[in-house]
């Protein structure tokens, strides 16, 4: 837990896939949260905490099992606003003195809507203005008896206690999941419980900045940093934040695999180094890695081969730093979330990712990770409150292995050169046309066959290319992106009149499923 001087809200996690909308919801209101699974909040937690407000979650269990779980019971002591979410709907009646039933009759999932009882409640302000209100249900126990002290104070013809609250305790209970976008007006319900609470919503991304600055200076001390810097928003913004509060304790290291795009290395560290005066080692390792990539061309392989080039020359130039003692990552929320998933149960691996994992221990460094509380958009937020430039924060995401997987087959230095150039013509039409915004993310592959053309009276025989453009929200599924048919033939013909060794451009039109965005 950060050393958060705010008001905070916690939410008690059962579990629920939806959890973190949650938090989304708080975030919108400057509130500050903390998600903890259900485990790890005892007493004492709840005491060191100390929540102005407390969440329980939905989650997948059933209260009538015994061994299903719980918060302890001094959350409804604490004398603080509580609001249980189906599941937590459920565990509060059933541990207040009221009654919950398994009963496939009343069982609801998806959109249903809720009538608003007679009596007024602070929760509800602002609903059932034009009649009932559209919720997302997801749940197959149901109270039956609601505890003593509550009131209902809405129903959906499955749920007839869809919205019960004990005002005079400040505890509210609803059956229905009112982060999601399917339940319209759900924002209104958590901005009336934080105001209730007595929230002022001053966490802003200006004071996020100093919590973790003084958070970071606490955590290191006189110690020394070792950050790796790829240019990506995360790792930047990482950088950019330690670098403001320890200065020179801290070393980023930038690896050059050599399959970068074009200028990117200049670029990154003429921005870190010459800018912002940041300590980096620029480590110019294309040899090795094009050199153990040479006539490799299993996808798995070459992701593999890279991987764990990359952990060594990391090891390599990290162990020369003086009394380094810390590894920063940018690790965000939803990646810490997801550690603490209740699921179980590793789900298939489509792709080796690229990152660091494991170094950690193998170097017996310590980690510092100042973005684990945030969302990418709260990342981009904080970049631009470092000082950071629009246009390198709003870059599309780049993958760790780089052009490797954009290369499928044998990856030879003259087709990178080649991909290079028409992936610089592409992304050049893009902004001209400005659509680089709108785009999740961009780039040209080579493909490993040559075709016949004819440019002016000749014959060529060159590279055929791709060009790929998805739209996304978080990467996991994509569409591609509509260009006009203009824009493409404008594209096509500048690539294969400006980039020496492409001479056929196609468009990639496959969506994720059953593509994935990279080639490889
Ligand atoms: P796929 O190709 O799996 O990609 O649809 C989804 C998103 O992840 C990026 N990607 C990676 N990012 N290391 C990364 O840091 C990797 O190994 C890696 N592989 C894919 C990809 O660019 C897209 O944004």
Known sequence: MTDITHD???????????????????????????????????????????PKAVILSGGPASVINDASPRPPVSVFELNVPVLGICYGQQVMMHMLGGKVERGHGTAEFGRAFVTAGTAKL???????????????????????????GFTVYGTSPNAPFAITADPARRFYAVQFHPEVHHTPNGAMLYKNFVEMAGFSGDWTMGAYREDAIAAIRAQVGAAHVICGLSGGVDSSVTAMLLHEAIGDQLTCVFVDHGLLRQNEAEEVVAMFRDNYNIKLIHADERDLFLGELDGQSDPETKRKIIGRLFIDVFQKYASQIEDAKFLAQGTLYPDVIESVSFSGGPSVTI????????????????????????????VRELGVELGLPKSFIGRHPFPGPGLAIRCPGEITRPKLEILRHADAVFIDQIRKHGLYDDIWQAFVAILPVKTVGVMGDGRTYDYACALRA???????????????????????????????????????????????????
């Open 122 to 148: 602070d929760l509800l302000d602002g609903w059932f203005m034009q009649g009932d209100e559209q919720v997302w249900m997801s749940h197959g126990d149901h109270v039956s008896r609601i505890a003593p």
């Open 8 to 50: 905070r809200l916690l939410i008690i996690d059962f579990g629920s896939q939806v959890t973190q909308l949650i938090a989304r919801r708080l975030r919108e209101l400057n509130v500050y949260c903390e998600i903890h699974p259900y485990q790890n909040v005892t007493d004492s937690f709840l005491a060191d905490f100390a």
């Open 351 to 378: 792709k080796s990712h690229h990152n660091v994992g494991g170094l950690p221990e193998k170097m017996g460094l310590k980690l510092v990770e100042p973005l684990r509380e945030l969302f990418k958009d709260e």
């Open 470 to 520: 998805v739209t996304s929200v978080d990467g996991m599924t994509a569409d591609y992106y509509p260009f006009s048919h203009e824009f493409l033939g404008e594209t096509a013909t500048r690539i294969i009149n400006e980039v020496e060794g492409i001479n056929r451009v196609t468009y990639d039109i496959t969506s994720k499923p059953p593509g994935t965005i990279e080639w490889e």
